[in-house]
T-cell receptor, first 112, second 113 residues
């Protein structure tokens, strides 16, 4: 069973479109994250939710809106996509009382 | 504020040789430190972590790392490289409980036959 899953794995779209990436974890964790990995493979945290509540919000454009319908899901919606949004987006989860984050396989977003 | 510096964006070793990937950190409180590995087109997998217990930490696939507070370092080593070790390696630091990870820029490890 996949612990942290993301859909889609690949996403190719035009500038200006709106798209969503979905993340689900079946580990029973209560904290979930979105990270962005740029073309130089640098990883940076974007958002974190704990029990559906936003707890970390880095300096991310407000075109990016995370949504957590329940503890097991954290989706990322992106409006008005720009070329610079092209990256690999990773979802991760963590049990609140422990220290290890578990990562999903990533979604490669390409904006043309 | 916390930060991580990985010295050497690319490291190349021969199969069977020692692997040494360097990581230095900055943290205003006792840190938690992590090494993750990323194989091509895959997500990140935890190799090992330091959380204020033993300073020498053993991880998966024969890797280990030593926390040295005086040097603010957490270098990753493996005595004998395998071809399957070729991947991108990330060092990360968290202040306290692991809730917020700051990653280094990664080191691409190449293993030559």
């Amino acid at each position: 069973d996949t612990a942290v899953s993301q859909t889609p794995k690949y996403l190719v779209t035009q500038m200006g479109n709106d798209k969503s990436i979905k993340c689900e974890q079946n580990l029973g964790h209560d904290t979930m994250y979105w990270y962005k990995q740029d073309s130089k493979k640098f990883l940076k945290i974007m958002f974190s939710y704990n029990n559906k509540e936003l707890i970390i919000n880095e300096t991310v454009p407000n075109r990016f809106s995370p949504k957590s319908p329940d503890k097991a899901h954290l989706n990322l919606h992106i409006n008005s996509l720009e070329l610079g949004d092209s990256a690999v987006y990773f979802c991760a989860s963590r049990k609140g009382s422990t220290d290890t984050q578990y990562f999903g396989p990533g979604t490669r977003l390409t904006v043309l | 504020a916390q930060s991580v510096t990985q010295l050497g964006s690319h490291v190349s070793v021969s199969e069977g040789a020692l692997v040494l990937l360097r990581c230095n950190y900055s943290s205003s409180v006792p840190p938690y430190l992590f090494w993750y590995v990323q194989y091509p087109n895959q997500g990140l997998q935890l190799l090992l972590k330091y959380t204020s217990a033993a300073t020498l930490v053993k991880g998966i696939n024969g890797f280990e790392a030593e926390f040295k507070k005086s040097e603010t370092s957490f270098h990753l080593t493996k005595p004998s490289a395998h071809m399957s070790d070729a991947a991108e390696y990330f060092c990360a630091v968290s202040e306290g409980d692991g809730s917020r990870l700051t990653f280094g820029e990664g080191t691409q490890l190449t293993v030559n036959p």
